[in-house]
Nanobody, 126 residues
Framework: QVQLVESGGGLVQAGGSLRLSCAAS???????VAWFRQAPGKEREFVAA????????IHADSVKGRFTISRDNAKNTVYLQMNSLKAEDTAVYYC????????????????????WGQGTQVTVSS
């Protein structure tokens, strides 16, 4: 069993930065981890993912060049550094973990993720 707890959300002006954290506890943290977000009235969408050892990352086109996912396995924590924030980045951000192969599975497939955090709100004012 893996428990995930997000933190770092808040209110920021457009153009600003935030760093989200996803702290894991429970079994050895050898899962691939992704960040998703969900804005009011919209479906949950994929933001970024990192492989279990941090060797591979992937970012959605909408955040590429602005957001960076990383992890520190010594601290059992995954980060999402968000720069140049826009009003359209406003959403609840969730981290999720899955086991299995890195390749061959769509990273955006919600059903593939076994564990989810409770989410943290990010609000970007324009």
């Amino acid at each position: 069993q893996v428990q995930l707890v997000e933190s770092g959300g808040g209110l920021v002006q457009a153009g600003g930065s935030l760093r989200l954290s996803c702290a894991a506890s429970g079994r050895t943290f050898s899962y691939h981890v992704a960040w998703f977000r969900q804005a009011p009235g919209k479906e949950r969408e994929f933001v970024a993912a990192v492989s279990w050892n941090g060797g591979y990352t992937i970012h959605a086109d909408s955040v590429k060049g602005r957001f960076t996912i990383s992890r520190d396995n010594a601290k059992n924590t995954v980060y999402l550094q968000m720069n140049s924030l826009k009003a359209e980045d406003t959403a609840v951000y969730y981290c999720a973990a899955r086991s299995g192969a890195w390749y061959g599975v769509p990273h955006s497939l919600l059903a593939r993720y076994e564990y989810w955090g409770q989410g943290t709100q990010v609000t970007v004012s324009s």
